[in-house]
């Protein structure tokens, strides 16, 4: 019955996907494709993959900006454009899925960001892309942010595949000091090489001390053997900060946030350059393919341009997951092209992994999908259906609303439950899903008429339920759920599915003993390490480790950091009195 509706409703491969699991490749044997007949050397490929932190959709040069990013259009243009192309709306989801090839729900991540003082990383059940490339004889380094968990040893870039990593932890930090700040309470030095404070190299502008390291990297490099280079930028991220020269190419902008956005960005875009040019140096780029995309969507408020999409960053709308992406590869063989084929973040563990020969094991654990077939040779895809997230820590206990279940829901869903969900042309949303917002790139904030002339959204208040055809109207400005409620129980009803597989949100509260002010000023790891390994859960309160044991012992350090939180609260709490 579900099938036979699905494809009434113009689902004819949702049907597929119904019958074959959640993790289905259709047609998976007829698209897959040899690594020898894909790369002319005898070595798999070197991977390359650049990710940009918050750059919007509409911040690239091919999209229109008023940025000039010269290098990433030529590549984009001599490669393949992802206009279809979804991540995350926020950092660490986009970054987990990455690296782990699974959706939120299925490795316990389904809320928020991993905060620096949250006992929390990836769980240890899930090879990372970098182990299991590492396990089939690559070179694996890492460049830039990491934002997946740091409480133990094991949980950092070098005890997840990297065999070396020079960057930061948290998800943000000052560009030329490495200071971050997890709040107000809790401050830090956060710049390590490898597993140490690399407190000699404070001063350098983050984007040019990374693409030094990229450099240094590659010249070091046999070109016989095979190359895994992940450079994780913490640009476009505030604070927005850049050297004062990059800022003279936008004397004419107006709006300082948009001005110093831009500029960080130009940096970026020579920084991608540069990365390009040592590739041909060395001798690597004719068997390279290098990916380059954002981790989501750009934040209006800090600078960042999604426009004509809906949303920005931390939204479930079109312009917190729609991402600027593309491939640029000699191995493509079809280039110059557009791709509308839809693919999601999730989608480069399995690509990646067939690109290097390494079968990909566990498939049935795998969320993502091989999609190189698609990219490279314009295949159908396989992948006919993205789940951006479903939530339950979003919906608050005592909210309990029976007409969000019985009416909104049809029985079937909490729309009071924050979801969405993509399948053929169609996208649902329940819940809370963000600030629906179109934000033209002329109100970005800058003085007292900051925000006029934006379009307001008129279709949030007292609705917990949306569909649109993403396909027909990508800009999200004709709402379909009453028109077309079959389709909405359909996604419902897919969405009850994927919740019947997620596992418990794993969000546990932050950790005092996580405060720098007890381990040298510097964010490191906090906890003992219990068998030397991550559990598998990925939370580790209460890990009874020796040094875990240590710190619970020191009642000293407890004391200090008591009252360092609680003469911060004070601090705070003084300025309304």
């Not at 089939?136 to 950092?156: D, I």
């Not at 200071?179 to 107000?184: P, T």
């Not at 476009?236 to 948009?258: D, I, M």
């Not at 009850?496 to 002010?517: C, F, I, K, L, W």
Request: charged residues 20%; proline residues 7%; glycine residues 12%.
């Amino acid at each position: 019955m579900v099938l036979r509706r699905a494809v009434e409703l113009g689902f004819p491969l949702l049907g597929v996907v119904l019958l074959g699991g959640l993790c289905c490749v259709q047609g998976g044997q007829k698209q897959k494709v040899s690594v020898s007949q894909r790369v002319p050397d005898t070595i798999p490929p070197h991977l390359i993959f650049i990710l940009a932190d918050d750059q919007g959709y509409g911040d690239v040069g091919y999209h229109g900006s008023d940025i000039q990013t010269p290098v990433l259009d030529q590549l984009a243009g001599e490669g393949v454009k992802l206009e279809n192309y979804y991540v995350q709306p926020i950092c660490s989801p986009s970054r987990s899925q990455l690296m782990t090839g699974r959706y939120q729900i299925h490795t316990g991540l389904q809320h928020s960001v991993i905060r620096a003082r949250q006992p929390l990383c990836l769980p240890a059940d899930t090879p990372t892309l970098a182990e299991r490339l590492l396990g089939a004889g690559y070179s694996t380094h890492m460049v830039g942010k990491w934002h997946l968990g740091f409480c133990l040893p094991s949980c950092l870039p070098t005890g997840r595949g990297f065999q070396s990593f020079l960057g930061s932890l948290t998800g943000s930090g000052d560009h030329f000091s490495y200071q971050s700040c997890d709040q107000a309470e809790a401050c830090g030095f956060d710049l390590h090489d490898g597993e140490r404070p690399a407190w000699e190299m404070s001063g350098n502008y983050s984007t040019t001390l990374y693409i030094d390291r990229v450099k240094k990297i590659l010249r070091a490099h046999d070109s016989r053997k095979p190359l895994f280079l992940y450079l994780a930028l913490q640009a476009v991220h505030t604070p927005l900060q850049v050297p004062n020269h990059y800022l003279q190419r936008y004397s004419g902008v107006e709006n300082r946030s948009r001005r110093h956005y831009a500029a960080m960005l130009s940096c970026v875009d020579e920084a991608v350059g540069e990365l390009v040019q040592e590739l041909k140096t060395r001798d690597l780029y004719q068997n390279s393919v290098l990916v380059y995309s954002s981790d989501n969507g750009g934040q209006p408020l800090s600078g960042g341009c999604n426009w004509p999409l809906r949303g920005g960053k931390g939204t479930y709308w079109e312009g917190g997951i729609r991402a600027v992406g593309f491939v640029h590869s000699p191995l493509l063989k079809q280039k110059g092209k557009v791709s509308k084929a839809m693919i999601h973040v999730s989608d480069w563990y399995p690509t990646l992994l067939s690109l290097a020969g390494a079968p990909v094991k566990g498939r049935g654990k795998l969320d993502g999908h091989d999609v190189w077939g698609a990219i490279s040779r314009g295949l159908p895809c396989p992948r006919t259906e993205i789940l951006f997230n479903i939530d339950p820590v979003s919906r608050k206990p005592g909210e309990a609303d029976p007409r969000t279940l019985a009416r909104n829901g049809f029985g079937i869903w909490d729309t009071a439950v924050r979801a969405a969900i993509r399948a053929g042309d169609w996208k649902l949303l329940t819940g809370n899903v963000g600030d629906g917002d179109w934000v033209p790139p002329q109100t970005l904030p800058g003085g007292p008429q900051q925000w006029q002339g934006m379009e307001k959204r008129r279709d949030q208040r007292g609705k917990s339920v949306w569909l649109f055809n993403i396909t027909a109207d990508p800009y999200e400005r004709s709402d379909l759920a009453e028109a077309r409620p079959e389709v909405v129980k359909l996604l419902l009803g897919r969405l009850a599915e994927y919740n019947q597989t997620a596992v418990p949100p794993r969000n546990p509260s932050d950790d005092h003993m996580a405060d720098p002010q007890l381990h040298g000023g510097v964010w490191t790891p906090w906890l003992g390490e219990p068998s030397n390994k991550v559990p598998a859960g990925g939370s580790v309160v209460g890990s009874k480790g020796k040094g875990s044991s240590k710190m619970k012992h020191c009642k000293v350090c407890k004391l200090k950091a008591l009252f360092k939180k609680v003469g911060s609260r004070m601090q705070r709490y003084s300025l309304f009195f």
